[in-house]
């Protein structure tokens, strides 16, 4: 099984940029497609960015499209959300997640229950 831990978030001003990692052990990492995800308080969980297992496919959320920048280095096991431009609304608990993708390599997934892997968070504040 593998186990997920995030980094990197904190408190920005409007505007400013985030980078998120999330390091990945205990399992195969290349074997894993991620995913980050995001919850703030009294919203539902919702899909942020994916990746598939060798980083070739990706999927952004409309909302970060052209903002986020989802990346993975299978050398390290870590996962990166790079985000630019960021707006109060983008204010969250922050999550990564693995979903076991060994017969394809270039899938990606959007739904929080594909995944059967989380982190704990890490609280992203953006301040206008």
């Known amino acids: 099984q593998v186990q997920l831990v995030e980094s990197g978030g904190g408190l920005v001003q409007a505007g400013g940029s985030l980078r998120l990692s999330c390091a990945a052990s205990?399992?195969?990492?290349?074997?894993?497609?991620m995913g980050w995800f995001r919850q703030a308080p009294g919203k539902e969980r919702e899909f942020v960015a994916t990746?598939?297992?060798?980083?070739?496919?990706?999927s952004y959320a409309d909302s970060v499209k052209g903002r986020f920048t989802i990346s993975r280095d299978n050398a390290k096991s870590t996962v990166y959300l790079q985000m630019n431009s960021l707006k109060p609304g983008d204010t969250a608990v922050y999550y990564c997640?693995?979903?076991?993708?060994?017969?394809?390599?270039?899938?990606?997934?959007?739904?929080?229950?594909?995944?059967?892997?989380w982190g704990q968070g890490t609280q992203v504040t953006v301040s206008s």
């Open positions: 997640a693995a979903r076991l993708a060994v017969y394809c390599s270039s899938c990606i997934y959007r739904r929080p229950n594909e995944y059967g892997y």
């Open positions: 990746i598939s297992r060798g980083g070739e496919v990706t």
């Open positions: 205990g399992g195969t990492f290349s074997m894993y497609a």
